[in-house]
């Protein structure tokens, strides 16, 4: 079987998990194709899938890809940005998935407002209060948002959440609802100039579980990839 088909029969799978698993209390998530290591002759067969959307966690890589991509493809951020980085992929990416503290959302409303944009992102949440992970903690989190509702040149749109590396799925579990429970609440607080529409959770490993409680997006890679190129 060539890549193409192998990748079309993947992601078709991931789709009818999705599905299933959020036994119609929810909208099936959608799919955030994760390329990191990828190649380009990789990540294009997606344009016939319908996935348009595509996950990066390096400056660098998303400044060598992007140029190369058919412009109906939408470039997140996902993995943890310098702030001295910020600037290059202002006009390179859809959403800024990883804001995960002050410094950083001050330097993108900064660069935003230089570069005459509004730079949509999620702010970046700490699942389980580990601080390693990176992310917010839960209880500083409204405090976060309310900082951010008064920068012009972001846009907050929703959370994101990388969930601990576990074995342990009653934990999982757990985690993934108190996230939900974390997103309603501050969706409810209706705090000016912040939106509470996206909610990006679930990895290859816990998709499943990510959908059951209510993910909006799951970043999905080598379950539709294989595994990574090189080490991250
Ligand atoms: C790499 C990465 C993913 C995808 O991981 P897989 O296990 O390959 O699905 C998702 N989110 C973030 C933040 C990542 O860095």
């Keep these: ?78 993995g943890r940005l310098q702030t001295n980085k910020v600037k290059y992929i202002m006009k390179k990416v859809c959403l ?22 509004v730079m949509p992102v999620l702010v970046q949440v700490s699942p389980a209060g580990e ?13 976060f948002l309310r900082a951010l509702s008064g920068m012009s040149g972001l846009h907050v749109r929703g959370l994101m959440a990388v969930m601990p590396h576990t074995d342990d799925t009653d934990l999982l579990d757990t985690l993934f609802f108190q996230m939900r429970c974390r997103f309603e609440q501050m969706r409810d607080l209706a705090i000016n100039g912040i939106d509470m529409e996206e909610l990006s959770m679930g990895m290859s490993e816990d998709y499943r579980l990510a959908a059951r409680h209510g993910a909006t997006m799951v970043r999905v890679g080598s379950a539709l990839f294989g595994p990574r190129e090189y080490p991250m």
């Design 1 to 78: 079987m060539d890549f193409a088909t192998a990748l079309a029969q993947r992601v078709s799978d991931v789709q009818h998990s999705l599905e299933e698993a959020t036994e119609g209390r929810y909208p099936a998530p959608r799919i955030i194709a994760v390329t990191k290591t990828h190649p380009l002759e990789k990540i294009l067969p997606l344009a016939s899938l319908g996935l348009w959307d595509i996950g990066e966690n390096r400056v660098q890589e998303i400044r060598d890809k992007q140029p190369a991509l058919p412009p109906s493809f939408r470039v997140h951020m996902i």
């Design 96 to 117: 800024i998935q990883s804001v995960d503290r002050m410094e950083l959302a001050e330097m993108i409303h900064r660069q935003a407002c230089l570069q005459e944009t």
């Design 131 to 143: 601080a390693q992970k990176g992310g917010i903690a839960p209880e500083a989190l409204e405090g």
